[in-house]
């Protein structure tokens, strides 16, 4: 089992910055792909951005390329999300996910992820 606690959201306005960070507990976070999805009221979760056990490859969704960047510590069992030039289009419930996939094809997709967190709100304003 892991257990995902994400934090750093909140109001934001455009062109502002926010970095979120996810704190994984139990089963050892370096074990995991991790990735971020967003949830816009009345809509889907996408993906937003995933990183590789070892932070040596990363995967970026066009709306966010040049504008998000993820890294982890995997001695702190943490992963972070640089949010920059945000735009009211980014503003969604934010949650951190941890899968076994590897492969970038699997990783944009909700239902190959075993663990989630609770979520963070993101909110831009224009």
């Known amino acids: 089992q892991v257990q995902l606690v994400e934090s750093g959201g909140g109001p934001v306005q455009a062109g502002g910055s926010l970095r979120l960070s996810c704190a994984a507990s139990?089963?050892?976070?370096?074990?995991?792909?991790m990735g971020w999805f967003r949830q816009a009221p009345g809509k889907e979760r996408d993906f937003v951005i995933t990183i590789s056990r070892s932070g040596g490859n990363t995967y970026y969704a066009d709306s966010v390329k040049g504008r998000f960047t993820i890294w982890r510590d995997n001695a702190k069992n943490t992963v972070y999300l640089q949010m920059n030039s945000l735009k009211p289009e980014d503003t969604a419930v934010y949650y951190c996910a941890a899968s076994l996939f590897t492969s970038s094809t699997y990783l944009v997709t909700t239902n190959n992820y075993a663990y989630w967190g609770q979520g963070t709100q993101v909110t831009v304003s224009s």
């Open positions: 139990g089963r050892s976070g370096s074990n995991y792909s």
